[in-house]
């Protein structure tokens, strides 16, 4: 049961042009959501968050919007560069009662940003 | 500033042979701890987290076991790996705090070929 989805598992955009990456999850649990970037061989790399009581957040060239009702969350990446390039994880967020959170992943989309 | 490292880089083993891996967390006390694995084509799977020493929880049933031994180590280990094994080993801490913490911070990971 896989409970983050994300239906693309690649996107190709132009470089000075928007990249839009999408994710939908269904457990009504989760409270707060994530973006991690990935290069190959390496951890990913926390990227942008929202939480569950806000529709959008935005920091720098990347904002996240997130529509509860659709359990529907996107990160828009304006304007794109190359070095943008690599894999998008979308991850929602549920704590643990004795401490600590359980992130869940969706399966990747691979962004490539072209000149 | 907080670091965390992880080891071997890769390593390929034979089935049947035993596992340990290492996660050390620079610069914090307490964190939480936690094991992902990444299967190929496949997002991060939480396989254990700890939020003490000796204190450790599985997320989903396995081959694998994972241990606690001082504040800031967190070691997974196998006695008898199995080719469904092989993937991508990623550890991930997040602050020890009150309030709800959501965003997990990544080591390099270990890549992990079970021929």
């Known amino acids: 049961d896989q409970q983050v989805k994300q239906n693309s598992p690649s996107l190709s955009v132009q470089e000075g042009r928007i990249s839009i990456l999408n994710c939908d999850y269904t457990?009504?649990?989760?409270?707060?959501f994530l973006w991690y970037k990935k290069y190959p061989a390496e951890g990913p790399t926390f990227l942008i968050s929202?939480?569950?009581?806000?529709d959008k957040n935005e920091d720098g060239r990347f904002t996240v919007f997130l529509n509860k009702s659709a359990k529907h969350l996107s990160l828009h990446i304006v304007p794109s560069q190359p070095g943008d390039s690599a894999v998008y994880f979308c991850?929602?967020?549920?704590?643990?009662?004795?401490?600590?959170?359980?992130?869940?992943f969706g399966t990747g989309t691979q962004l490539k940003v072209e000149l | 500033s907080q670091t965390i490292h992880q080891w071997p880089a890769t390593l390929v083993q034979p089935v049947g042979s035993p596992l340990s891996l290492e996660c050390t967390v620079e610069g914090t006390s307490n964190p939480n701890l936690y094991w992902y694995r990444q299967a190929a084509g496949r997002g991060l799977q939480l396989l254990f987290y700890s939020v003490g020493i000796g204190q450790i929880s599985s997320e989903v049933p396995q081959n694998l076991s994972a241990s606690r031994p001082q504040d800031r180590q967190f070691i997974l280990s196998s006695k008898k790996l199995l080719l469904s094994d092989s993937g991508f080993y990623l550890c991930?801490?997040?602050?020890?705090?009150?309030?709800?913490?959501?965003?997990?911070?990544f080591g390099p990971g270990t890549r992990l070929t079970v021929l």
């Open positions: 991850a929602a967020s549920r704590q643990f009662t004795g401490g600590g959170n359980k992130l869940t």
């Open positions: 457990n009504s649990m989760f409270d707060y």
């Open positions: 991930a801490w997040t602050p020890d705090r009150e309030a709800a913490y959501n965003e997990q911070f």
């Open positions: 929202i939480s569950s009581i806000k």
